[in-house]
């Protein structure tokens, strides 16, 4: 770190504006990808409460947020604390990259960085990752590793592109071999009743209180996301006043169809009858982890790739395991893994290194191993 001269310092403050002003456009496409609102159309931000436009001098990064104190200047209507996040979480990993590495890889990592962050703030609040983060995150680390073929420690571009392509595929296959064994050993898919068990479904407020025998649960529990089903094999069923028999309820969280009818839960007060089986045909992630995981793979390559996906399963573990233990969620509850991967690729990615030397001591430890090793 000895001298740091002033052409450094200057290229290290503008690693970091950048970022931060990376960062006010990944919020834009926290907010609008998942709403499938155009990134660029309209071009000025709007305040999500009153939809006006946001001037330009309302809009700096990280120092408007703190200007307003956090409150749009038309309607003072919240602005979420995590726009700030964002800005300031981005102009730091910017900048931690510049430092770290060479200029071509520390670009490219930006590219990857801004990736992460997206599909992490997004995957908290909807439970997926768009098409564009996941599959564009392929072919930008595609393109990153025939540009810069550092990235995956290879001096030929061919080779680099391959690399990348193979771990991407890699990543791809090892999480969705993760996901298969975890639904074996995790899974609490099928609950066989000895005989016909009473349950009832009451609803309060924007939940419900799901009852099945003596056992207890909230609705939301069952659902993470939009496309989840519980279905529900009943020798009777009634639905508010309505009567059914030998039917399957086909749940999703806001709706029930049996046969051809169609309720609106929200429209719904009360549900109860006699049930021979329930069923969870839910995966326990979608398909954007694993495109997710191949993105990461692209631009960090495959010791990347079990470093994301080591580290993020420990982490997820421990934290799953303590909102557990907390008795915050129950077996079934939300946990997007997203988020997850993208701090294992982060480790990989500032300390991947340092990780590789520990875990060798691990394997061989003591005196025996060679000093050139
Ligand atoms: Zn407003």
């Known amino acids: 770190m000895t001298g740091l001269g002033p052409y450094e310092l200057i290229l290290q ?6 970022g931060a002003a990376v960062g006010s456009f990944l919020n834009v496409c926290i907010y609008r990808l998942p709403r499938d609102l155009s990134v660029n159309q309209p071009r000025r931000s709007f305040c999500p409460a009153c939809k006006q436009s946001i001037p330009w001098h309302q809009n700096l990064p990280l120092l408007s947020w703190l200007l307003l104190r956090g409150k749009c200047a038309q309607c003072g209507s919240r602005i ?60 930008a680390g595609l393109i990153a590793s025939f540009v810069v073929p550092e990235l995956m420690a290879q001096e030929s571009r061919l080779l680099a592109v391959l690399y990348s392509l193979g771990s991407a595929a890699l990543g791809y296959a090892l999480l969705w071999l993760v996901l298969e064994g975890g639904k074996k050993a995790f899974g609490k898919k099928r609950m066989r009743m000895a005989e016909p068990t009473a349950f ?39 639905v508010d006043e309505r009567e059914f028999e030998n039917v399957t309820l086909q ?18 007060n009360r549900i109860c009858g006699m049930v021979r089986e329930l069923q969870i045909p839910r995966e326990a992630m979608g398909r954007g982890d694993l495109k997710f995981i191949a993105s990461i793979g692209a631009f960090l390559g495959w010791r990347g790739v079990l470093c994301s ?16 233990v907390l008795g915050r969620r129950a077996w079934s509850a939300k946990i997007p893994f997203g988020p997850y ?3 294992g690729a982060l480790l990989w990615m500032f300390f991947g ?17 060679d000093a050139n090793f």
């Not at 520990?358 to 005196?367: I, K, N, Q, R, T």
């Open 353 to 369: 290194q340092q990780l590789l030397a520990w875990y060798v001591g691990l394997l061989a430890p003591g005196p025996t191993v």
């Open 251 to 268: 749940f999703h969280f806001d709706s029930l169809t049996i046969g051809r009818e169609s309720f609106q839960l929200d429209e719904v």
């Open 13 to 18: 403050v503008f690693a970091f504006f950048l």
């Open 200 to 238: 009832s479904w009451m609803r309060e407020g924007d939940d419900a209180e799901f009852v099945v025998g003596s056992e207890r649960s909230t609705w939301s529990d069952y659902f993470a996301r939009e496309s989840d089903l519980l279905l529900m094999h009943c020798s009777t069923a009634q």
């Open 341 to 343: 991967l993208a701090v």
């Open 80 to 139: 979420a604390f995590r726009y700030f996040v964002v800005e300031l979480l981005t102009a730091l990993l910017f900048l931690a990259a510049w430092v770290e590495f060479p200029g071509p890889v520390a670009i490219a990592y930006w590219l990857l960085i801004a990736l992460l962050i997206v599909a992490t703030f997004i995957d908290f609040e909807h439970f997926i990752i768009p098409d564009e983060i996941t599959i564009g995150g392929v072919v």
């Open 309 to 324: 996906i080591f580290a993020g399963s420990l982490v997820g573990s421990l934290v799953g395991l303590t909102t557990m």
